[in-house]
């Protein structure tokens, strides 16, 4: 059993149901970002191209993982992984 569980919010879920439309390629990288997630979401290991955000509150994703071009911001509470926003970088983004 993994460390960590991970879950989503209501807002995530339907993000990413619109990612998941639009990008043939989002739910495979869903399903691998869930493993990295569920093994180490505060990417103590230094493998994972996880940051965490400065001046974020909690409860607004506090760590970003980035995919690809999908990002995924989460919050860690103990040992659950929650969550908040899926999108895509565009190239317009910066």
Known sequence: MPPFSVRTTAHFDRLSKKLAARHSDFV???EEAIKILSID???RSHKYPIKKLQDI?????????RFGRFRFRYDIAGTDVVLHYCGIRREDTY
């Open 57 to 65: 509150p909690a409860g607004e994703g506090q760590y970003r993982l």
């Open 28 to 30: 495979s990288r869903f």
């Open 41 to 43: 979401p505060s990417d």
